[in-house]
């Protein structure tokens, strides 16, 4: 023991710097810790960065897209009115030549030529008429008259309108419709409703089959009360009417 204790050397210097092997380890992990915060931090810089381009870049895309849209919808309102007005000027012009070419059939008929009407067919104020004894669909009442070389009846006037009334026997489906846009009244020939005939109350466009787009004339009614609107696919009689014929004389 004494040999020992004698082999140590007290009057040896010690060495105050930890040995590598002691702070080596944790420097490191020091260093790559720090690294790791310097990363983190960097990338947090770049995602604020990219935020805030995306948020710039958003608020301009979403400026252009509402001026954009503003200009589209201001685009289309204006070729809206125009369209509206094309539209307009069209049937005006129609119900002008519908109008010249009825004045035309009037003058016609006030000349000295005589007319006649086909079998089966009545004639009043130089139109023919034919009421029909089959019935069916406002659509195939249409088909059977334009098959005819007839439309179905235009009711213009008061003395149309109670010359047919006195000759019903039954309801008969009439020209009128409104099946091209609900509550705009339109004859066969497209010119518009000016004078009508409707019964109190009517047209309401209600009634068991779905919408009431097609008109019929009830008999046993008032004459000037007569007009009901219903479903087009209803069975009913049709009125025909169509210019007579002029026989020449030599």
């Known amino acids: 023991m004494e040999e020992i204790y004698a082999n140590v050397d007290y009057n040896k210097p010690v060495d105050p710097t930890p040995s590598t092997n002691q702070t080596g380890p944790r420097s490191s992990e020091r260093r790559l810790h720090g690294a790791v915060v310097l990363c983190l931090g960097l990338l ?33 309102q204006a070729s809206n009115d125009k369209l509206s007005s094309v539209s307009e000027e069209r049937d005006l012009l129609k119900a002008n030549l519908t109008s010249v070419s009825k004045e035309l059939d009037t003058l016609q008929c006030l000349s000295k030529q005589k007319r006649t009407c086909p079998a089966g067919w009545k004639m009043f104020s130089c139109t023919c008429y034919l009421f029909s004894t089959k019935t069916d669909s406002w659509e195939n009442g249409k088909k059977d008259c334009r098959d005819r070389g007839a439309e179905l009846v235009i009711i213009d006037t008061v003395e149309k309108q109670e010359f047919i ?75 025909c009417a169509k210019k007579p014929q002029y026989l020449h004389e030599f």
């Open 44 to 76: 947090s810089v770049v995602l604020l960065v990219g935020l805030i381009i995306l948020g710039v870049t958003y608020r301009d895309l979403a400026a252009e897209h509402s001026t954009i849209k503003a200009n589209l919808t201001e685009r289309l």
């Open 165 to 239: 009334f006195k000759t019903l026997k039954e309801d008969n489906w009439i020209g009128l419709n409104d099946r091209e846009k609900e509550g705009t009244w339109k004859w066969i020939d497209g010119t518009p409703l000016t004078v009508g005939y409707w019964r109190t109350g009517e047209p309401n466009n209600n009634g068991p089959g779905g919408e009431e787009d097609c008109v019929q004339i009830k008999s046993g009614v008032n004459a000037k009360e007569s007009w009901n609107d219903v479903h087009c696919d209803n069975s009913l009689p049709w009125i």
